[in-house]
């Protein structure tokens, strides 16, 4: 058996390797690094791939979060809701930007954000929403548009998890993940299900204007060359990059097929477990179906409900079986983003999701042999 790993990015380069090896060694003769031919090529293949007017490439995810929220112009003390349970990428830039965040509990069978808690939470300052479409599936994007309408919020989606997947409205339409708010960011970074071979990171935008206003604060704020008109900062893709996504672009679909039918087979082998809970897929489909197109998992991530969730974590590390817990500590409880107006009892589920995630090996090399492996020693711990 190949070793497992937690993401192999190896199978996905032999596929590739000539075009982006001729694309480099391109760039290389041409010294075209910055701003070449091939990011702007990137940039419309994107714009194309997900139906929005606008991509514009950035350095990471991070960036692309913190620069969509300089664009819509949100200013110090405003308050923008976040979910509990995420990354703390999304609720660091709202505190660089000096902005304050909002954290709320999210949701216990898709891990997203809760949408009672965020309209709990709305206050005449607040000023924005930030759902997190964490682990490759959609929040409830239905409902956070509507609060947002109803309360004049901008949406900015975290789309760092789950590009490529797609969301069912309730009147049945499907929009991209990351297109549907007012602004979406995404992150390159290698391990993301479109990843490059280093940092990158982009904004996506169907509003003319803003797309216009955050070109210029991914370039130090200039619209004119030298014209500095307000104060933005260096975040560029560079073109080696924009190469190496611009070959695994067309396969973006084939990669997510390939970790759903992962997850189909986790879920296959290990339904019987009374102590497991599956991740849940909303919409489109009621479990995993075969043309689902809802959830991408970046990560296959399991509740484990006996209490022994940290003991199967060194049971499958001493299996050679790789695994992760994302997350480990609510970002409310982070010494970073106390706030003594939080109050426990509102993150009652992310306090318990913390004690009961694993996430399982999950990328496109996965092979048969491997997942029957790590699902066989999964369900060996659980009856042992
Ligand atoms: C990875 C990630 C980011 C940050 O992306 P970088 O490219 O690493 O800066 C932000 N939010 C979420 C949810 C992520 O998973």
């Known amino acids: 058996m190949k070793k497992i790993q937690m993401v192999d990015l190896g199978g996905q380069y032999q596929e590739i390797k000539e075009q982006v090896n001729e694309s480099i060694s391109k760039i290389l003769e041409s010294s075209s690094f910055i701003n070449g031919p091939e990011v702007h090529a990137f940039q419309e293949e994107l714009e194309d791939y997900l ?14 979060l913190q620069i969509a929220m300089m664009g ?3 200013k110090p003390g405003d308050e923008v809701i976040t979910a509990d349970f995420t990354f703390a990428a999304t ?6 930007l000096q902005l304050t965040p909002v954290l709320v509990d999210v949701d216990m069978e898709t891990f997203n954000i809760d949408i009672e808690a965020v309209e709990k939470a709305i206050t005449s300052k607040t000023k924005a929403i930030v759902p997190v479409h964490l682990f490759g599936q959609c929040a409830n994007m239905d409902a956070i548009m509507g609060i947002a309408q109803k309360h004049n919020l901008y949406v900015i989606e975290d789309n760092a998890q789950a590009i490529g997947a797609k969301y069912q409205f309730a009147d049945g339409t499907k929009k991209m993940a990351g297109t549907i708010g007012h602004v979406g960011a995404t992150s390159f970074f290698p391990s993301k299900n479109l990843g490059c071979y280093g940092d990158g990171g982009a904004i996506f935008t169907n509003d003319d204007v803003l797309a216009h206003t955050i070109r210029g604060i991914v370039n130090h704020g200039m619209y ?9 900062v260096n975040s560029r893709l ?7 996504l611009r ?5 973006l679909d084939g990669y997510c097929n390939d970790r759903r039918a992962a997850a189909k087979k986790y879920n296959e082998a290990l339904k019987n477990e009374k102590n497991i809970v599956l991740p849940k897929t909303v ?18 991530t399991l509740r484990i409900i006996n209490g022994k969730r940290d003991d199967l974590v060194k049971f499958l590390n001493g299996n050679d079986i790789p ?39 999950m990328h496109t090399e996965l092979d048969d042999e491997q997942i029957t492996f790590i699902a066989d020693k999964v369900i060996e711990f659980m009856n042992s």
């Open 247 to 251: 070959a695994k672009l067309p396969k």
């Open 323 to 361: 695994c992760g817990v994302y997350y480990p500590i609510p970002l409310h409880r982070q010494k970073a983003y106390l706030d003594e107006r939080y109050n426990e009892v509102d993150f009652k589920v992310t306090n318990q999701l913390v004690e009961e995630v694993i996430s399982l090996p």
């Open 72 to 74: 819509l112009g949100l």
């Open 238 to 244: 560079d073109s080696i990059q924009a190469a190496v």
């Open 283 to 300: 919409r489109s489909c009621e479990g995993i179906c075969e043309n689902c197109d809802c959830h991408v998992f970046h990560q296959y």
């Open 91 to 96: 609720v660091e830039v709202i505190a660089l």
């Open 224 to 232: 004119e060359r030298y014209h500095h008109d307000v104060v933005g």
């Open 51 to 64: 139906g929005v007017k606008h991509v514009i490439p950035c350095a990471n995810g991070t960036d692309a």
